[in-house]
């Protein structure tokens, strides 16, 4: 399997539950990235891992926890969430520091929260 | 920090027409510049892909060009098809792997 892979494609939770989305990119990259997509507003990116090292987070609150256990596999790891979290997650993936390496994406993880 | 601007928000076109989106950017200082396409429920496909020190870049029917002292870029499609229809989302890459997005042209190719 090639490019990069996002489980579930839906996800519907409570807002006591706890879940865990999945990306998994078969592509030789060293950064991978979730960003969350909204109706009308732009991609906000959420976290950045450069060989497994998290290198950005952006003011995400921490209901949201980010897990990267190598350079292949990236976990965003949920719980507590708020209806305002409802949202399209998807995972990315690239070379690290390099002008010339496009961002990959996954098809992503719908996610409801009730 | 940097700010990204897709203009217009949608866009209808009769097929066979050729069409440019437009994508501006605030901050000049950027390491390159990406068009996407996403489909409705999908992720985001790479289309094109311009560095910094390039103008710019083709690929089939797309022409995507780069003008870092204005902030701008166009992505030209030519004789377009309604497999076209989909949402163009631009990309601004900056420093430490920030990806900066505009909201995305909605276009439509009327068959």
């Known amino acids: 399997e090639t490019g990069v892979t996002q489980t579930p494609r839906h996800l519907v939770m409570g807002m006591t539950n706890k879940k865990s989305l999945k990306c998994e990119q078969h592509l030789g990259h060293n950064a991978m990235y979730w960003y969350k997509q909204s109706a009308k507003k732009p991609l906000e990116l959420m976290f950045v891992?450069?060989?497994?090292?998290?290198?950005e987070n952006n003011s995400v609150p921490s209901r949201f926890s980010p897990e990267c256990p190598n350079s292949s596999h990236l976990f965003l790891h949920l719980h507590t969430l708020q209806p305002e979290d409802s949202a399209l997650y998807l995972c990315?993936?690239?070379?690290?520091?390099?002008?010339?390496?496009?961002?990959?994406f996954g098809n992503g993880t719908r996610l409801t929260v009730t | 920090k940097q700010e990204v601007t897709q203009i217009p928000a949608a866009l209808s076109v009769p097929e066979g027409e050729n069409l440019v989106l437009n994508c501006s950017f605030t901050?000049?200082?950027?390491?390159?510049l990406q068009w996407f396409r996403q489909d409705p429920g999908k992720g985001l496909t790479s289309l094109l892909l311009?560095?910094?020190?390039?103008r710019e870049q083709t690929s089939g029917r797309l022409n995507a060009s780069l003008d870092k002292s204005s902030g701008r870029s166009t992505l030209y499609i030519a004789a377009s098809q309604p497999g076209d229809s989909a949402t163009y989302l631009c990309?601004?890459?900056?420093?430490?792997?920030?990806?900066?997005f505009g909201t995305g042209t909605s276009l439509t190719v009327i068959p």
């Open positions: 901050d000049s200082a950027i390491y390159n």
């Open positions: 891992y450069n060989f497994k090292e998290q290198t």
């Open positions: 990309a601004v890459g900056n420093t430490g792997n920030q990806f900066y």
């Open positions: 311009i560095q910094s020190s390039q």
């Open positions: 990315a993936s690239s070379h690290r520091d390099s002008h010339n390496s496009p961002l990959h």
